[in-house]
């Protein structure tokens, strides 16, 4: 595997349920990202990971729970979702301190919530 | 607080054409990077090209160039010879100096331009 993943590509999943969303990286980088994609807006940053600590929350609802584990390694932990958070999330990661601090983005995972 | 704007909500380009999409952007900074970012059907996005505020040149990447305007704040992106593969949505993304943790910054993202490629 290269650059960056992401699994499960499609995710249907009810308001009661719990589930996971999971990124792994394989560039060697030290921050990570999670973004939702809704149609017709811009891409909206939730979450920023840099040396494995959380720093940026954007002010995401509690119902999204992200865990790094590790500098390769994003979860973002999904329960009692709401129909408008169907969208489209995107991971991506980057070096931070390296002048231009390029992000690179993984494929996403639709989400449907019914 | 750093906007970006894209114009055009949709493009159309005949096969071995030239287009260029438009991508304005607002900010009281002198020194930033800016980025076309591309996310074909399967929608993984992709890097297209970059360039930094303080080049005078402007960024070229095979069929792909930018025509950067600091003093308008306009960085527009130049597809020439398209091809089928080109058709993809395009956003246009700004990087700013809001700092987090670890130098990580933050990307400012237009609503994006879908560009139709025509055999």
Not at chain 1, 30 to 51: G, R, T
Not at chain 1, 91 to 105: I, L, M, V
Not at chain 2, 66 to 73: D, H, L, P, Y
Request: net charge neutral; proline share 5%; glycine share 4%.
């Amino acid at each position: 595997e290269t650059g960056v993943t992401q699994t499960p590509r499609h995710l249907v999943m009810g308001m009661t349920n719990k589930k996971s969303l999971k990124c792994e990286q394989h560039l060697g980088h030290n921050a990570m990202y999670w973004y939702k994609q809704s149609a017709k807006k811009p891409l909206e940053l939730m979450f920023v990971y840099s040396l494995e600590e959380r720093v940026e929350n954007n002010s995401v609802p509690s119902r999204f729970s992200p865990e790094c584990p590790n500098s390769s390694h994003l979860f973002l932990h999904l329960h009692t979702l709401q129909p408008e958070d169907s969208a489209l999330y995107l991971c991506a990661s980057s070096q931070a301190s390296s002048g231009t601090d390029t992000q690179y983005f993984g494929p996403g995972t639709r989400l449907t919530v019914l | 607080a750093q906007t970006v704007t894209q114009s055009q909500p949709e493009m159309s380009v005949q096969e071995a054409e030239t287009v260029t999409l438009s991508c304005t952007y607002d900010t009281s900074e002198s020194d930033y990077y800016l980025f076309w970012y591309k996310q074909p059907p399967s929608r993984q996005m992709i890097l297209v090209i970059r360039q930094e505020a303080y080049k005078q040149q402007n960024a070229t990447e095979n069929r792909f160039s930018v025509n950067f305007q600091k003093a308008a704040k306009s960085f527009s992106l130049k597809i020439s010879d398209s091809q089928l593969g080109d058709a993809a949505m395009y956003f246009c993304a700004y990087r700013c100096s809001e700092n987090y943790g670890g130098a990580t910054n933050k990307l400012i993202f237009g609503t994006g331009t879908l560009l139709a490629v025509q055999p």
